[in-house]
Every structure is written in structure tokens, then in C-alpha cells.
């Protein structure tokens, strides 16, 4: 915050929700909430949109610092774990149809064409596992046990978006 305000960048408020677990997804057996936002979504959704409009009408500006959450230091663990543990990817090449998505998207810039095909390079990957979940062709795995597991891409959140739009017009 003091690095936004820095560049008078201010910090008016603060939110969190939590959603589908793109990672444990693809690592945990299937649970169901890993695979949803929270409860009342929709709900906590509107509450912030009406609390945006409020500054904006009020034209105040108050610093507001995100309150600590008991949960990060259960977090600290995986964190310690991905610098650890460090996955394979790999491509099938017989289902990859090299769209390019796995090395256009990739922000760590973890993916290189090799003999035409894509080619994972673990050194500066964070594991989102991005790639593995957008691949329209299902080729970049983890492993053959779950590559046929449910994939967090555009169609899934394209979804529950709908679903929270409309929980959001239910609620009018």
C-alpha cells in the first residue's frame, strides 16, 4: 500500500474471495469446493460493487490496509512445498494441435517451441498450471492418471460466472 501511494496510487478498501483451486484440482482428488467460489458469492459481490459506488459518490479517500487473515499462515506450507517439489510437465504430442496457448499465456514465460512443439522449461515456473488447464486438446499433463480430470479453463468460469450473475439479478 505504501508503494501505491508512492506513485499516488490510493488504496481505498480491500476484498477477497475465494475460489476454484487450480491447483488442487489437478493435484487432490475431486472435491467439490474446490471446484466453486464460496457461499453467498453473489451476495459479498454486490455488498462490494455498492461500497465502490458510495466512495465514488462520497468522493472521500481513506486508506484502508487489508486486515490479516489467520489462513495465510496455514498457507506458508505450500509455499515452502512448491519451491521444493518441482513438476513434470509434459506434452503429448499426438493430441497437440500447437495453438500456441501454452507459451502465448505463460507470464513466466516457462514455454519454448522444440521440434515444433512446445517444451516446458521448470526453472521459473510458479506451477498455476494455467497451461495444463487451457490446453484445448488436453496434451499438456501432469500425469495419464489425471489428465482426463476437470479443467479450470474459459468454459468452466464462463459457468460460474453466469451462475453468479444471475444469484446477483435473484437478489435485486
Known sequence: IKACAAKNIMVNGNSAYRGPASDGALLLPPIPFMFRYERKIAQKVKLDIQRIEDLIRSGTCKIA??????????NYPNKMAGKVI???????KNFCVKCNKCIDNCIRKCWVTSDGYPKHDGENCEFCFKCVHHCPKEAIILSNKIRKR??????FYRGLKDGILQQMRDTH
Request: aromatic letters at 8%; glycine letters at 0%; proline letters at 13%.
Open 65 to 74: 490496509c487489508p486486515p490479516f487473515k489467520l489462513y495465510e499462515i496455514l
Open 86 to 92: 518441482k513438476h513434470t510437465l509434459s506434452v503429448i
Open 150 to 155: 476437470p479443467k479450470l479453463n474459459e468454459s
